[in-house]
């Protein structure tokens, strides 16, 4: 219970943060207009013909490239900066309590910025008739790939004081995690690499478990991988909080 | 309130803080006195669970900190060297977290916040957000985060940094009343801070306690104290230095001032009689010899003095 208040306090504030400063309406402009250019411009919704949201939800790994980094870098790195680290973890609250607060609260407010995008099933549905089991599913699967990513910059935060240097990182982890099972990749690795090892490294990667949930089916395997790599992530951050702490 | 046994904090092959052991009860104003980089702010951070010890033992409120963190937490306020704020709050935003994170809800929260914003003299600042306050209001509002529970236990390091005169004043005044009911730790720079405020010293250089007492007694350790500080008008200084070599007790005379027939010298005790003997044997010298003496009077010690003794490296020592 006490547990709980503590996460909650600490989500409060993180959340305060970001609508206090301009970041979340910055992000979550560019955010919108980025979705709406790459799903009626770069995707092609109208010329695809089909009620569906595949324009709208491919494009999701790449975005959340940037984007989410952009909202996890500061986590951590900003109370170092700040010195309100030692504040922080000298009061009568868990380490732990203070990464799930955190990272709760980054992940809610990219929820919300999902949740934005609702104009566009709206007009998917006005326009057609599309399967909405499919695109709920797609959208448990943006959230999850979100918050993978997100847990990852958590990581990469807890590791500098240097927000850019915070941020670079988790773009390439994250970037890796989208190379290792992108098709252009794969297919050129498979010209070297026995199939079963190119197999192997595609099963690491967000693309490969993101694609299910795109065509509606909620595997346990995907769910487990994204549950473990943000509960990987997140256990490395307190790893690395303790050590940094230990000297 | 608080045991430190044997602390010890090595950061790679470099021992920050070296067995360090102290006490401190409630009622009681410790000041931690040491040069930058003794190991103050390292003991800080250990006693107040921010960063684990190499070895050794700390114990607050009868919890083990080590092993039970939490509880030992809640009993401490803590105020972190160079008073850190979240830049985007605004101070009544900054102190609500702070007493939530303390486990205060509803009315409780409301009151004790409101507490520390007059404990602090906040007031005016209340709305304002922390990154557009003066050091001063910044300092401030740190400490009325430490307040904000009103903890048994204060620990703070440097309180008074960066204040102008009249705040330092009302700092050192807060903790001199807070300190009759709460176990207190400050550190500091400014001696005479110490002198005021607090009921013991602890000097610590090079990560290990050098001295441990009263203001009182360590101002005793000076080699100043029990001087005689006499001014005497119309004698030759060197007929007074010899004529002091006579009075019994004394190691030696040395010339502070000599201006318009007017002399003034200290005269140091080589330790062998009590304190203020010296004071009196040089007055009976002086009657007799009919010297005309504008002041004299008997040397309390300094703090600054001993500070130096104590914490000047040796070479820089061997060099003076």
């Given at each position: 219970m006490n547990a709980w208040h503590n996460i909650r306090a600490i989500m409060k504030r993180e959340l305060g943060g970001y609508f206090t400063s301009p970041i979340a309406y910055v992000f979550l402009v560019i955010f919108l207009l980025l979705t709406g250019f790459f799903t009626f411009t770069v995707g092609s919704f109208f010329e695809r013909?089909?009620?569906?949201?595949v324009s709208f939800f491919t494009w999701h790994p790449w975005l959340y490239l940037f984007l989410v980094p952009a909202v996890g870098m500061r986590l951590w790195a900003e109370e170092r900066r700040l010195g309100t680290m030692e504040l922080l973890l000298t009061m009568p609250i868990t380490t732990w309590q203070a990464i799930i607060g955190k990272f709760l609260a980054s992940w809610l407010f990219l929820a919300l910025a999902l949740a934005l995008t609702f104009p566009v099933v709206i007009t998917v549905n006005y326009l057609g008739d599309p399967d909405n089991g499919v695109i709920v599913a797609g959208y448990v699967g943006s959230l999850l790939l979100a918050g993978t990513y997100l847990a990852i910059s958590c990581m990469t935060s807890a590791l500098t004081r240097n927000q850019v240097i915070s941020f670079i990182v988790s773009v390439v982890i994250a970037l890796f995690l989208i190379l290792a099972g992108y098709p252009p990749v794969t297919d050129l690795l498979t010209r070297w690499a026995n199939p079963v090892i190119v197999q192997i490294i595609a099963a690491f990667s967000v693309m490969t478990h993101f694609e299910g949930f795109q065509r509606g089916v909620v595997d346990t395997r995907d769910l487990v991988f994204f549950a473990s790599v943000m509960g990987f992530a997140l256990f490395t951050t307190g790893v690395i909080i303790r050590n940094q702490r230990a000297g | 309130m608080i045991s430190v046994e044997h602390l010890t904090k090595a950061f790679g092959p470099k021992l920050?803080?070296?067995?360090v052991s102290f006490t401190v009860e409630r009622g009681e104003v410790l000041g931690f006195l040491g040069?930058?980089?003794?190991?103050k702010s390292t003991t800080m951070r250990m006693v107040t669970g921010f960063i684990p010890p190499t070895s050794g033992r700390i114990t607050v409120g009868g919890y083990d900190a080590l092993e039970n963190p939490l509880p030992a937490k809640r009993m401490i306020g803590y105020l972190p060297?160079?008073?850190?704020?979240?830049?985007?709050?605004?101070v009544i935003g900054f102190l609500n977290f702070a007493a939530e994170l303390r486990g205060l809800h509803g009315e409780a929260r409301k009151r004790a916040v409101e507490r520390a914003i007059e404990l602090c003299f906040l007031e005016n600042v209340?709305?304002?957000?922390?990154?557009?306050?003066?050091k001063g209001y910044k300092h401030r509002t740190c400490l009325a985060q430490s307040l904000i529970h009103d903890p048994p236990i204060l620990i703070m390091?440097?309180?008074?940094?960066?204040?102008?005169p009249n705040q330092k004043h009302e700092v050192r005044n807060l903790i001199k009343r807070m300190g009759r009911d709460k176990a207190i730790i400050f550190s500091t720079h400014i001696l005479e801070e110490v002198e005021a405020v607090c009921s013991r010293v602890i000097i610590i250089d090079r990560g290990r306690i050098v001295a441990n007492g009263t203001p009182e007694e360590l101002k005793a350790r000076?080699?100043?104290?029990g001087a005689v500080h006499l001014r005497v008008t119309g004698v030759p200084a060197a007929e007074l230095q010899e004529g002091l070599?006579?009075?019994?007790?004394?190691?030696r005379s040395e010339i502070l001032a000599e201006r318009d027939g007017t002399v003034e010298l200290r005269v140091y005790p080589?330790?062998?009689?009590?304190?203020?003997s010296l004071t009196r044997d040089v007055a009976a010298l002086a009657a007799e010899r009919r010297w005309q003496v504008a002041e004299i009077h008997t040397e309390e010690g300094r703090l600054d003095e001993v500070f130096r003794a104590i914490t000047l490296p040796d070479t820089v020592k061997a060099a003076a």
């Amino acid at each position: 219970m006490n547990a709980w208040h503590n996460i909650r306090a600490i989500m409060k504030r993180e959340l305060g943060g970001y609508f206090t400063s301009p970041i979340a309406y910055v992000f979550l402009v560019i955010f919108l207009l980025l979705t709406g250019f790459f799903t009626f411009t770069v995707g092609s919704f109208f010329e695809r013909g089909e009620a569906s949201l595949v324009s709208f939800f491919t494009w999701h790994p790449w975005l959340y490239l940037f984007l989410v980094p952009a909202v996890g870098m500061r986590l951590w790195a900003e109370e170092r900066r700040l010195g309100t680290m030692e504040l922080l973890l000298t009061m009568p609250i868990t380490t732990w309590q203070a990464i799930i607060g955190k990272f709760l609260a980054s992940w809610l407010f990219l929820a919300l910025a999902l949740a934005l995008t609702f104009p566009v099933v709206i007009t998917v549905n006005y326009l057609g008739d599309p399967d909405n089991g499919v695109i709920v599913a797609g959208y448990v699967g943006s959230l999850l790939l979100a918050g993978t990513y997100l847990a990852i910059s958590c990581m990469t935060s807890a590791l500098t004081r240097n927000q850019v240097i915070s941020f670079i990182v988790s773009v390439v982890i994250a970037l890796f995690l989208i190379l290792a099972g992108y098709p252009p990749v794969t297919d050129l690795l498979t010209r070297w690499a026995n199939p079963v090892i190119v197999q192997i490294i595609a099963a690491f990667s967000v693309m490969t478990h993101f694609e299910g949930f795109q065509r509606g089916v909620v595997d346990t395997r995907d769910l487990v991988f994204f549950a473990s790599v943000m509960g990987f992530a997140l256990f490395t951050t307190g790893v690395i909080i303790r050590n940094q702490r230990a000297g | 309130m608080i045991s430190v046994e044997h602390l010890t904090k090595a950061f790679g092959p470099k021992l920050a803080v070296n067995d360090v052991s102290f006490t401190v009860e409630r009622g009681e104003v410790l000041g931690f006195l040491g040069p930058n980089g003794a190991g103050k702010s390292t003991t800080m951070r250990m006693v107040t669970g921010f960063i684990p010890p190499t070895s050794g033992r700390i114990t607050v409120g009868g919890y083990d900190a080590l092993e039970n963190p939490l509880p030992a937490k809640r009993m401490i306020g803590y105020l972190p060297e160079n008073a850190p704020g979240y830049a985007d709050m605004t101070v009544i935003g900054f102190l609500n977290f702070a007493a939530e994170l303390r486990g205060l809800h509803g009315e409780a929260r409301k009151r004790a916040v409101e507490r520390a914003i007059e404990l602090c003299f906040l007031e005016n600042v209340v709305y304002q957000s922390i990154d557009t306050l003066s050091k001063g209001y910044k300092h401030r509002t740190c400490l009325a985060q430490s307040l904000i529970h009103d903890p048994p236990i204060l620990i703070m390091d440097e309180p008074t940094d960066g204040l102008d005169p009249n705040q330092k004043h009302e700092v050192r005044n807060l903790i001199k009343r807070m300190g009759r009911d709460k176990a207190i730790i400050f550190s500091t720079h400014i001696l005479e801070e110490v002198e005021a405020v607090c009921s013991r010293v602890i000097i610590i250089d090079r990560g290990r306690i050098v001295a441990n007492g009263t203001p009182e007694e360590l101002k005793a350790r000076s080699e100043m104290a029990g001087a005689v500080h006499l001014r005497v008008t119309g004698v030759p200084a060197a007929e007074l230095q010899e004529g002091l070599k006579q009075v019994k007790g004394a190691a030696r005379s040395e010339i502070l001032a000599e201006r318009d027939g007017t002399v003034e010298l200290r005269v140091y005790p080589d330790g062998s009689g009590a304190r203020g003997s010296l004071t009196r044997d040089v007055a009976a010298l002086a009657a007799e010899r009919r010297w005309q003496v504008a002041e004299i009077h008997t040397e309390e010690g300094r703090l600054d003095e001993v500070f130096r003794a104590i914490t000047l490296p040796d070479t820089v020592k061997a060099a003076a």
